[in-house]
Nanobody, 123 residues
Framework: QVQLVESGGGLVQAGGSLRLSCAAS????????MGWFRQAPGKEREFVAA????????VYADSVKGRFTISRDNAKITVYLQMNSLKPEDTGVYYC????????????????WGQGTQVTVSS
């Protein structure tokens, strides 16, 4: 049973930083894409970033390029999302997701999802 558990959300002022973590378990993830998505109140869930488990390939939404960085720790089987220069529009529930590897890295149709962690950016 695949489990994805997010942590690291919280309340931060605009311009601040947060690092989200996603602990993965239940299978071997070496052939998986790991992604981050977010959902703001009243809006649809949107893609944020994704990485191959090797880390050689990454992709970002235009809205977070240059501010967010996705990375992974193979030993800890954990994926991170470092978020810098946060803006109020980054507020939302952030979800970790996983799906078998395919290229280009997908922004849709992930198979496994975590429960989400709340990020609130105050102005």
């Amino acid at each position: 049973q695949v489990q994805l558990v997010e942590s690291g959300g919280g309340l931060v002022q605009a311009g601040g930083s947060l690092r989200l973590s996603c602990a993965a378990s239940g299978r071997t993830f070496s052939n998986y894409v790991m992604g981050w998505f977010r959902q703001a109140p009243g809006k649809e869930r949107e893609f944020v970033a994704a990485t191959s488990w090797s880390g050689r390939s990454t992709v970002y939404a235009d809205s977070v390029k240059g501010r967010f960085t996705i990375s992974r720790d193979n030993a800890k089987i954990t994926v991170y999302l470092q978020m810098n220069s946060l803006k109020p529009e980054d507020t939302g529930v952030y979800y970790c997701a996983a799906t078998p590897i395919r290229y280009p890295l997908p922004k849709y149709e992930y198979d496994y999802w975590g429960q989400g962690t709340q990020v609130t950016v105050s102005s």
